[in-house]
């Protein structure tokens, strides 16, 4: 009877607990399974000619309040460009719809000379946040140019980066985005050809048409340096070594980032499954439920505060365990500070100096 008792007493207690609500830590423990891991690459996010980028906006918007005017997105990130909107940095596509005198701001991409002459011509203050190494390009280029080539732009016609560079010379650059079309463009004097190259391209692709290119024309020439810069190298070569040991790979970044994009081909080529994450949306639809190490980057132009973000969200399906990957070690590199010089363009952009 005795024991009959201890039996009933016992169920009764195991039934109590199985109607009461369930303990939240419970659940969350439930939730987060220990060998549901996360690989952070590094380096990853911004680079040093978007950080200055962003620091000219939010300096011209502390000094002169707004609105200020950003011919273009000042950087291809969604986070920012929102976050600039509300202290009042506003987007145009051109420079008629600001107005006269205005303080505007070139964005990292670079403009053409016509875009310069049209801005001194309205009187507009502007603040040039050109990427220094897209400056270099443009040198390349007219360099090339007033030595009698014409000058092959490898890269995305549509990408204000390459719009600006063929504006140096119209006529005399003409941009190749692909192996097919190195194979059909036709220069006035095949013996007088140069070529260079968006800063952001996947440096395998940029290769092969640049060697399509030498085949048909042997006296190509080309820079000293490579165009391609160092953040896009690094980020591609951290996400090579990222592939080989994640089941998924998450490339933070928008869909107009060309080096996110070429971010996640790279992880695509490498082996990986890999997709584009720009909001949490995105992060919501993103197949993770089923994988237990999961890879992510980020692109040169996504903000940390994203990246924290999208690890707080995943911890809450599970992932409880946080790992990084240093494969680049990349030098901090500054560039000398943005000038604002009245009615022209600044005076203070230059080459990177490494600290």
């Not at 009698?148 to 504006?167: L, Q, R």
């Not at 391209?201 to 085949?215: F, Q």
């Not at 692109?299 to 990246?307: H, N, R, V």
Request: charged share 25%; aromatic share 4%.
């Amino acid at each position: 009877m005795l024991n009959s008792l201890i039996r009933w007493h016992k169920q009764l207690l195991s039934d109590t607990d199985t109607d009461s609500d369930p303990d939240p830590e419970d659940e969350q423990r439930e939730r987060i399974m220990p060998d549901k891991r996360i690989i952070v690459t590094h380096p990853h996010g911004f680079c040093a000619g978007v950080a200055r980028a962003v620091a000219v906006a939010e300096v011209a918007l502390a000094q002169h309040g707004a609105p200020v005017y950003a011919l273009h997105e000042i950087v291809h990130n969604r986070q920012v460009t929102e976050r600039l909107a509300t202290r009042g940095l506003r987007v145009v596509e051109q420079l008629a719809d600001v107005p006269e005198g205005a303080v505007t701001l070139f964005s990292a991409h670079g403009v053409a000379p016509a875009v310069r002459a049209e801005a001194r011509a309205r009187k507009l203050r502007v603040l040039d946040a050109t990427c220094p190494f897209v400056e270099r390009v443009h040198r390349e280029a007219l360099r090339f140019v007033a030595e009698g080539c014409t000058v092959f732009c490898i890269g995305h016609p549509a990408h204000a980066e390459v719009v600006g560079i063929a504006g140096e010379a119209p006529g005399r650059v003409l941009v190749v985005e692909t192996e097919e079309e190195a194979q059909r463009v036709q220069p006035p004097d095949p013996e007088r050809v140069a070529v260079v190259s968006q800063t952001t391209l996947n440096p395998e692709t940029a290769d092969r048409i640049r060697e399509a290119l030498r085949r048909r024309f042997p006296k190509l020439r080309q820079p000293d340096s490579e165009d391609i810069c160092y953040a896009t190298r690094n980020r591609q070569q951290a996400v090579r070594a990222l592939a080989a040991q994640a089941e998924l790979v998450l490339v933070l970044g928008s869909a107009n980032s060309s080096n996110s994009r070429r971010l996640v081909e790279t992880a695509s080529g490498a082996g990986a499954r890999a997709c584009l994450v720009s909001t949490l949306e995105d992060l919501a639809a993103a197949p993770v439920e089923a994988v237990c190490v999961l890879g992510i980057t980020s692109g040169a132009s996504t903000p940390e505060s994203f990246l924290e973000e999208v690890l707080s969200a995943l911890r809450a399906r599970g992932f409880a365990t946080v790992e990084h990957l240093r494969t680049v070690d990349e030098p901090l590199r500054t560039f000398r500070p943005v000038v604002y010089s009245g009615h022209e363009e600044s005076e203070g952009r230059g080459e990177a100096h490494e600290g």
